[in-house]
């Protein structure tokens, strides 16, 4: 029955039917749930990770000495990052001239490259980042080094975070129209007359002047694109409680050590200053022994004078006393600290830095962790070539006049580097078993994969490559080649076991 189904599908006249197109909107008619209101979005419930309480509050977690190391690691990994120029596959020879000018606009800038993409993975820490685009003419009397008149990239300089006042939507609340910034600028170039602020047209509520970048002047990073919200997702925020709870610990645990060292304070007073009844004069002098024992308790005075009074019995009068507190506590501070620890390093995709602290962690356990904070990082280097190619090439080419069909695009490499090591096991064993070519090609990538300058040229024969590598000396492959069809390697092989370390890793 199904054979006559799928024989019958061949028969079907496509022609057949009724022309009349459906009745049906191409465009949209609804709206991605984006919370907003007066150009600020309300999408998070707390306070204090909602923007503009949002920056100050991840200026104060980056302090922390858990979350400076680990942003610190993902953002120069991601800044680390080589990039280059790409052509698309079959536009080579039609692309070629392009591509140039996209590397040279890379190394013509005011600011390094490489400055630029350190500035853009703030985005990892805000959660976004806006870069506004400078150009210029490329002629040398305008700061360029080269004079061929085209319009080339001057300029990609940050616009802060927290020098962003608001968004502003296109009527029908879709799309981005741009963002308010509040600007300032120096009164005077000797800095007597402290700052004053620079009117631009436009003022908010508070009357703070305000300068509107429009959407199509700036590129916009994001950390999440969750609802197109501007102000993007930051990864702190999933680790703000943990952040809260840690630093109440922490200053817990100060304060209680600061106590044991410092112990706790008594003070004997006669029973005359501590009546409701008492004299003015009493009462002053019990604020006045008040205000000591605050000064005391903080360290702000290093001893007391007391009068030296005793009753008909011998007893003293004033007398001040300091009580030691060896009381033992019911739960352990440090390890509900370490706790809170590795739940923020786990947040940020960094719990691998605590490997090894307790004693515990494995080398397979600290590549696989590796290996996770690499995909993180890929995605947001992911991001940011999206940016540059889906905004920044097309518009650079169409300023010059240029076809935006088909063009050359910005490109990363990748996040890490492998080791010696593991190259030369892959290429040992790729090239045992006849899987590897010994090509030009072949062996420039590997003397580059090494960081030896030395290339050798691409049009070499194979009898010169020969002459210059020599034979192969790895026997590696001994095993796939035996009649057996096993795969022992060197270990068995009949010339011997071969017992150098590169080899010890093919043995059985």
């Known amino acids: 029955?199904?054979?006559?189904?799928?024989?019958?599908?061949?028969?079907?006249?496509?022609?057949?039917?009724?022309?009349?197109?459906?009745?049906?909107?191409?465009?949209?008619?609804?709206?991605?749930?984006?919370?907003?209101?007066?150009?600020?979005?309300?999408?998070?419930?707390?306070?204090?990770?909602?923007?503009?309480?949002?920056?100050?509050?991840?200026?104060?977690?980056?302090?922390?000495?858990?979350?400076?190391?680990?942003?610190?690691?993902?953002?120069?990994?991601?800044?680390?990052?080589?990039?280059?120029?790409?052509?698309?596959?079959?536009?080579e020879d039609k692309l070629k001239d392009k591509a140039q000018f996209l590397l040279q606009n890379m190394n013509d800038m005011d600011h390094s490259w490489n400055s630029f993409i350190q500035q853009v993975v703030s985005f990892n820490r805000y959660g976004f980042s806006v870069h506004e685009k400078v150009y210029r003419y490329r002629k040398k009397d305008a700061g360029s080094k080269y004079d061929d008149n085209l319009i080339g990239i001057k300029r990609l300089p940050i616009r802060t975070q927290d020098s962003i006042a608001s968004w502003v939507w296109?009527?029908?609340?879709?799309?981005?129209?741009?963002?308010?910034?509040?600007?300032?600028?120096?009164?005077?170039?000797?800095?007597?007359?402290?700052?004053?602020?620079?009117?631009?047209?436009?003022?908010?509520?508070?009357?703070?002047?305000?300068?509107?970048?429009?959407?199509?002047?700036?590129?916009?990073?994001?950390n999440s694109r969750l609802k197109d919200n501007p102000w993007g997702a930051s990864p702190l925020n999933g680790c703000w409680k943990a952040w809260k709870y840690k630093s109440a610990m922490e200053e817990a645990e100060a304060i209680g050590v600061a106590q044991d060292a410092n112990g706790f304070k008594v003070l004997y007073l006669p029973t005359q200053y501590l009546k409701p009844d008492a004299t003015d004069e009493d009462k002053a002098v019990f604020e006045y022994y008040k205000k000591m024992m605050a000064n005391a308790s903080v360290a702000k005075q290093s001893g007391v004078i007391l009068p030296y009074f005793v009753d008909s019995q011998g007893n003293k009068q004033f007398e001040f006393d300091i009580k030691s507190i060896t009381g033992q506590k019911s739960f352990d501070t440090n390890a509900i600290i370490q706790r809170y620890t590795l739940e923020i390093l786990t947040c940020?995709?960094?719990d691998f830095l605590s490997l090894g602290n307790n004693g515990g962690g494995s080398f397979s356990l600290a590549e696989s962790k590796l290996s996770?904070?690499?995909?993180?990082?890929?995605?947001?280097?992911?991001?940011?070539?999206?940016?540059?190619?889906?905004?920044?090439?097309?518009?650079?080419?169409?300023?010059?006049?240029?076809?935006?069909?088909?063009?050359?695009?910005?490109?990363?490499?990748k996040p890490s580097k492998e080791s010696l090591d593991e190259i030369s096991k892959y290429v040992q064993r790729v090239r045992a078993v006849g899987m590897l070519p010994k090509t030009p090609e072949v062996v420039n990538w590997i003397l580059d994969a090494a960081d030896i300058d030395y290339q050798i040229p691409e049009n070499m024969s194979q009898d010169e490559l020969e002459k210059l590598t020599g034979a192969d000396q790895s026997r590696s492959g001994d095993g796939m080649a035996s009649s057996s069809g096993g795969l022992n390697g060197t270990g068995n092989s009949a010339g011997g076991r071969d017992n150098s370390t590169a080899n010890n890793a093919n043995a059985a």
């Open 1 to 91: 029955m199904a054979d006559e189904i799928v024989s019958g599908i061949g028969e079907v006249d496509i022609n057949a039917g009724s022309n009349d197109a459906p009745a049906l909107t191409l465009g949209e008619t609804g709206y991605n749930g984006l919370i907003v209101l007066g150009g600020n979005v309300l999408e998070e419930c707390q306070e204090e990770l909602r923007f503009p309480h949002a920056i100050s509050t991840y200026k104060r977690m980056a302090k922390d000495g858990a979350i400076a190391p680990a942003l610190e690691m993902v953002e120069r990994m991601i800044a680390d990052v080589p990039w280059s120029v790409k052509i698309p596959e079959g536009y």
């Open 170 to 222: 296109t009527a029908n609340g879709r799309d981005i129209k741009g963002f308010n910034q509040y600007v300032n600028k120096i009164q005077s170039t000797d800095y007597s007359g402290g700052f004053q602020t620079l009117y631009q047209g436009n003022t908010n509520s508070s009357g703070y002047p305000l300068k509107f970048i429009p959407r199509k002047k700036y590129l916009h990073f994001l």
């Open 348 to 350: 940020l995709f960094a």
């Open 372 to 413: 996770l904070i690499e995909m993180v990082i890929k995605s947001k280097l992911t991001e940011i070539a999206d940016v540059l190619n889906f905004d920044l090439v097309p518009q650079l080419f169409a300023l010059n006049g240029w076809d935006t069909d088909v063009m050359p695009y910005f490109a990363f490499g």
